[in-house]
């Protein structure tokens, strides 16, 4: 295989990888800095995210990553891995009578802010689509881990609590959590999802060690290929309710990695079978310039060989009636004619013409006269530009064996043009 193609292949497979894999971590946010989108009353200020930054009543804010995350490879089936780490804080101005709540959500690209989301849905619902959002996943899916500071009594449980929802504002699985005695405090919260087993934990604490021990806090089993799109967007939302309360994100790290084992295995078969098809290509592409190469050169072979036999066929016939009249010259060498010739000197010409000289050429003056005089004639006449007036075959026979007398040449011929 060449080098180009193999540099194609081993490119093809690390945007494969980098296709699979979401990673960035966050310690502080410009707000002149585009690796997050800020919707609402969400806005980065301080170095840190104010979901709700203003102190109004039922106000709704959105903070997402501005690249999707790979939930799941649709060519083979493997779900991604994740791992989140945040840290946030929510301050109610009203401990007896707090706002909503804050989120971290997995939803659909293009998941909008509902008209009328403020309070206890949080952002993400209304009074239409409280308890379910649309079965169809790529339209309007969501996974999210709810910190939930009110209790609505349609669809929360009677405390403050830590909860897990599926397609839904009410939690499929839960933890109570004291949010009215932790306001104002920083809490540190770990979200990891494994795919082998399909379950979805959250790790929280309210301590500066952000380091987490083995211990689960709240876990739920979820098949985030089967609630989720293959690309998702991912982040936070908040929301107030009849009571102003602040939530911030500080900082914020995520990775995801899909477990592709089974998935390199694939694309490493497909690159074998891609290399395996370019080199079958390439050999048959030498195989049909190779036949085409030899298929071109023996047609020209015989097309040469062809006109060859044509042109010596012609001379072979006129050759033929000379020597059955045994009047077809001899063949000399060079040396022979050179030798025989006294190297070429004048005192061995025959005569001279206007172009060059003529030698004896039957050598040491062994010819008769009037048959060389008849030769010479003969060769004239066949060789008259006027095609009209050259000699045939029957003619030329007869002046040979003196049976027609010589014809009689004008002495300008070969200077006369004939068309």
């Not at 000699?391 to 040979?400: F, M, Q, R, S």
């Amino acid at each position: 295989m060449s080098d180009r193609a193999s540099l194609t292949l081993i490119s093809l497979q690390f945007f494969l990888s980098l296709a699979c894999s979401l990673s960035f971590n966050l310690t502080q946010f410009d707000p002149r800095a585009t690796e997050m989108v800020y919707e609402g009353d969400a806005a980065a200020a301080n170095g840190a995210i104010e979901i709700n930054c203003v102190d109004y009543r039922f106000r709704v804010g959105r903070a997402t990553y501005v690249m999707p995350v790979r939930i799941w490879d649709s060519s083979t089936g493997f779900i991604s891995d994740f791992t989140t780490h945040f840290s946030f804080m929510i301050e109610a101005s009203n401990s007896t009578l707090p706002g909503g709540g804050l989120v971290f959500f997995l939803a659909s690209v293009g998941f909008p802010i509902p008209h009328n989301s403020a309070g206890g849905f949080l952002g993400l619902f209304n009074t239409t689509m409280a308890t379910s959002v649309s079965a169809d996943r790529n339209s309007r899916s969501i996974v999210m881990v709810e910190f939930d500071t009110f209790p609505d009594k349609e669809w929360d449980p009677s405390t403050q609590h830590i909860g897990i929802n599926i397609n839904s504002i009410s939690s499929a699985a839960y933890a109570i959590w004291d949010a009215s005695s932790l306001s104002g405090k920083w809490a540190n919260v770990r979200i990891v999802y494994n795919s082998s087993t399909k379950s979805l934990s959250v790790f929280w604490k309210y301590d500066e060690n952000s380091s987490f021990t083995g211990e689960t806090s709240l876990t739920h089993s979820v098949d985030l290929a089967r609630i989720l799109p293959e690309w998702a967007v991912v982040g936070f939302s908040a929301a107030t309710g009849d009571s102003p309360e602040h939530h911030t994100v500080s900082s914020w790290d995520f990775i995801s990695t899909l477990d592709n084992k089974k998935s390199d295995e694939k694309h490493h078969g497909l690159s074998r079978v891609l290399t395996i098809v370019i080199v079958l290509s390439l050999f048959l592409l030498l195989i049909v310039v190779s036949l085409t190469w030899w298929f071109a050169r023996k047609w020209k072979d015989q097309r040469w060989a062809e006109e060859d036999r044509h042109r010596r066929g012609g001379r072979d016939i006129n050759a033929g009636l000379y020597i059955e009249k045994g009047t077809l010259p001899r063949r000399f060498t060079y040396q022979e004619l050179r030798a025989a010739t006294n190297r070429f000197s004048n005192d061995r010409r025959l005569g001279q013409g206007g172009s060059g000289h003529a030698a004896d050429e039957k050598l040491e003056e062994r010819y008769e006269e009037k048959e060389m005089e008849c030769l010479l004639i003969v060769g004239l006449w066949c060789t008259n530009p006027n095609k009209r007036e050259r000699p045939k075959a029957g003619e030329v026979i007869k002046v040979l064996k003196n049976e027609a007398p010589l014809p009689e040449l004008p002495r300008n011929m070969h200077d006369q043009d004939f068309y």
